[in-house]
């Protein structure tokens, strides 16, 4: 399973553009890149998946390397209601098995007014 | 959008005592998952679930554990003695086969607090 690697704690202010990075170096060529969003006493929500180069959605962008080692969720213009707990996964889920997709420690992404 | 659904929100149970969580997971998904968070710590796994068979389980998931899909809706998790370090929240997943790595749909979890 790919380890992944991101920083603890990030503090932004309103109307910021935020980029958390994750770092996952034993990436395998089947694996895809998956970050989720956690709000307290809350189930993790999906963000945004992708396997290389840039992916977009309405909610963020997800820019991924051409070595794939690592990856960085982009926040527009961040909210106050952006404050949770961001998690970068790294597997392939495993077409006919059910393999576990494992949670690192997440980056506490903390919004101000 | 369809959801994940778990019963109950929250749920005390004193040590020993045996409990079942309930997940009733989108309904044409196919893979089904376990998570659990201690308050505070970070989502750990516990087992996955596919074609009415564990295919994953963690260190966590031993002896005291269970899943079942007892019917073509329902996905249970059971521990049979609680303990007070079984105390977290719980959380059913489960995952689609429309595309090769579709991802993760997460209920809102249950509460377990062993007393």
């Known amino acids: 399973l790919a380890k992944t690697t991101q920083p603890i704690s990030m503090d932004s202010y309103e109307g910021q553009e935020v980029n958390i990075t994750c770092s996952h170096n034993n990436i395998a060529t089947n694996d895809y890149i998956t970050w989720y969003q956690q709000f307290p006493s809350q189930g993790p929500r999906f963000i945004i998946q992708g396997y290389k180069t840039k992916v977009t959605n309405e909610v963020a962008s997800l820019f991924i390397p051409a070595d794939r080692k690592s990856s960085t969720l982009s926040l527009p213009r961040v909210s106050l209601s952006d404050t949770a707990v961001y998690y970068c996964l790294v597997g392939d889920g495993g077409a006919g098995s059910a393999r576990q997709l494992t949670f690192g420690s997440g980056t506490q992404l903390t919004v101000l007014p | 959008e369809p959801e994940v659904t778990q019963t109950p929100s929250h749920q005390v149970t004193q040590m020993g005592q045996e409990v079942i969580l309930r997940c009733v997971p989108i309904?044409?998904?196919?893979?089904f998952y376990w998570y659990r968070q201690i308050l505070g710590q970070k989502v750990e796994f516990l087992v996955s679930?596919?074609?009415?068979?564990?295919?994953?389980k963690s260190e966590i998931f031993d002896d005291q554990f269970s899943v079942e899909r007892p019917d073509g809706s329902n996905f249970t998790l059971k521990i049979r003695s609680t303990k007070l370090e079984d105390s977290a929240m719980y959380f059913c997943a489960s995952k689609g086969t429309g595309s090769y790595n579709s991802p993760l749909h997460f209920g809102n979890g249950t509460r377990l607090t062993v007393t």
């Open positions: 309904s044409n998904h196919l893979y």
């Open positions: 679930f596919y074609n009415n068979e564990i295919s994953e």
